[in-house]
């Protein structure tokens, strides 16, 4: 079945840098690939999506890469802010008739100071 | 606009005992979810429901039961509690069960089995 990996676990940067969290996926059916943001005490919610017919796709300070080939997704957060730190979840999903498997990487807890 | 709403938030169990988690959604969605979230694993899925009247299992459902009562709500139920079942649990719908839709969750229902 699929699996999807995820680094790194945990990852923290200055208020105005770069944030980078990695995926990989095993399933070369899974077409669809979203990014969740969970702040404490609360449930996921989908920040961005992108899916396997789509090489980039952005959204302000967001942005998701996939590279098919190698298995690969990322998402880019530019000009951190403190509201950012959440942990962060990315997911691959395969589609089909009756149902769907949408399985999750293990998280990233970023933390971004001031 | 209430979403998924799932109730106790909180729950303490004595090993052994049985309890159900409750979840309802107001959006209309066909597709309803039960997830598990442990430290380092990420989301996993027990049972989902694809449409009302269908139930299947997920990664993890052992241990677990669950009823899918109408189209607005999907509980689960733990017939004995282990300390392994202490997790945090989220239910989460979507609008239909192919691949590519989002996946709304609930605030979570913390479990501690002692």
């Known amino acids: 079945g699929e699996n999807v990996e995820q680094h790194p676990s945990t990852l923290s940067v200055q208020e105005g840098d770069s944030a980078v969290i990695k995926c990989t996926y095993s399933?070369?059916?899974?077409?669809?690939f979203p990014w969740y943001k969970q702040e404490l005490g609360k449930g996921p919610q989908l920040i961005i999506d992108?899916?396997?017919?789509?090489g980039e796709k952005k959204d302000q300070r967001i942005a998701v890469t996939l590279n098919k080939t190698a298995k690969h997704f990322s998402l880019h957060i530019t000009e951190t802010q403190p509201e950012d730190s959440a942990v962060y979840f990315c997911?691959?999903?395969?589609?089909?008739?009756?149902?769907?498997?949408?399985?999750f990487g293990a998280g990233t807890r970023l933390f971004v100071k001031a | 606009n209430a979403g998924v709403t799932q109730t106790p938030k909180f729950q303490v169990l004595k090993t052994g005992q049985s309890m159900t988690l409750q979840c309802a959604q107001d959006?209309?969605?066909?597709?309803m979810y039960w997830y598990r979230q442990d430290p380092g694993m990420g989301l996993r899925l027990i049972y989902y429901?694809?449409?009302?009247?269908?139930?299947d299992k997920g990664e993890v459902p052992n241990g677990y039961n669950v009823s899918r009562l109408n189209k607005r709500e999907f509980s689960l139920r733990l017939e004995s509690a282990a300390p392994s079942q202490t997790s945090v649990y989220f239910c989460a719908s979507s609008p239909v069960p192919i691949s590519g839709n989002t996946i709304y969750f609930g605030e979570g229902s913390w479990l501690t089995v002692v």
């Open positions: 429901s694809a449409s009302e009247g269908t139930t």
């Open positions: 992108i899916r396997s017919n789509v």
């Open positions: 997911a691959a999903s395969i589609g089909g008739t009756g149902g769907f498997k949408t399985i």
């Open positions: 959006m209309n969605h066909n597709s």
């Open positions: 399933d070369s059916a899974s077409n669809y």
